[in-house]
């Protein structure tokens, strides 16, 4: 019997190490017709990234991609030398030559199941405003993590241009992607995919609560209900699970790095995507 059409997400493949590379060479649909969300951190090169979304483009019969920090940090070893927002722009005309959906195109219905769904992928980055508990403001959390060594590599990598800073770009993404979620059918439910969590509670189990800093921003707190989300994808934390927050479904399905998944592959294959709808 066939498996019927599903609309399946994974993220954070990280096909730079050679385990990923056979985790995403694995990846095939049940079904000809099955869609397939990658929520970012596919690669930092923009050869990986290429060879990776050409792949999966050629399997199922629609991919839809939001970048992850990865994706946008420019590192020495990378012969494409664009930072920031030439460097996303660059990244958007790759996926439209190989077929692949961006936040930058018209969100797309999945129309499978029993009602029409819009999946709509985001582009939001962060701006620092996911304090760790107890820290009073962005400065004093800043300040604590470099204490503490816990720095995202985005600091280094992850350059902002032509925008003041991170915190900048993320102001200016989420206006625009707001004015675009307003302008949806307000009849139809939403599938919201990010790499960065829309609310500050999925960053609660983090090991080290100073990284929540890298993970998102409070002005998408109320996008879930606002838009009339049926589910909220994202990856970039390494914790895969589906839960709920405040009765919301929140779907995060990262693979993570080998020496990560090789640890709880015995509750989840990193080989299967999850299916989301």
């Known amino acids: 019997m066939t498996t019927p059409a599903g609309l399946y997400a994974v993220s954070d493949l990280h ?29 930092e090169t923009v050869a990986d990234v290429d060879w990776a979304l050409r792949l999966l483009a ?17 590192p020495p070893t990378d012969p494409v030398t664009l930072r920031g927002a030439e460097r996303y722009d660059h990244l ?20 499978a ?6 999946v709509a992928p985001l582009f939001q980055l962060y701006d620092y405003s996911f304090l760790p508990p107890g820290v009073p403001d962005t400065d ?11 720095v995202c590599s985005d600091e ?6 032509p925008y003041p800073s991170r915190a900048a770009w993320c102001a200016d993404r989420v206006a625009r992607t707001e004015a675009r979620l307003d302008a949806l059918d307000p009849h139809l439910p939403t599938v919201l995919v990010s790499h960065w969590p829309l609310l500050r ?28 989300a049926v589910a909220c994808v994202y990856g970039h934390l390494h914790i895969p699970r589906s839960h709920e ?12 790095y080998p020496r990560e998944w090789k640890r709880w592959r015995h509750r989840r294959d990193p080989k299967e995507p999850r299916r989301v709808l």
């Open 15 to 43: 096909v730079s190490h050679p385990e990923n590379r056979d985790v995403l060479e694995a990846l095939r649909p049940r079904n000809p017709a099955d869609w397939l969300i990658v929520a970012g951190d596919v690669a």
């Open 245 to 256: 927050v405040g009765g919301l479904r929140m779907e995060e399905v990262s693979v993570g």
């Open 113 to 118: 199941g029993d009602r029409p769904v819009v």
């Open 140 to 150: 004093s959390a800043l300040r604590q993590a470099y204490d503490v060594g816990v």
């Open 156 to 161: 280094f990598l992850l350059h902002p241009d």
């Open 92 to 111: 958007v005309a790759l996926c439209r030559e190989l077929g692949v959906l961006t936040p930058e195109d018209p969100y797309p219905v999945w129309s």
């Open 58 to 74: 050629g399997r199922f019969a629609r991919v839809l991609w939001v970048p992850g920090n990865h994706e946008l940090w420019t």
């Open 201 to 228: 509670e999925p960053t609660d189990p983090l090991f080290y609560p100073e990284f929540s800093l890298w993970c998102g921003t409070t002005r998408t707190a109320h996008w879930p209900q606002t838009y009339r």
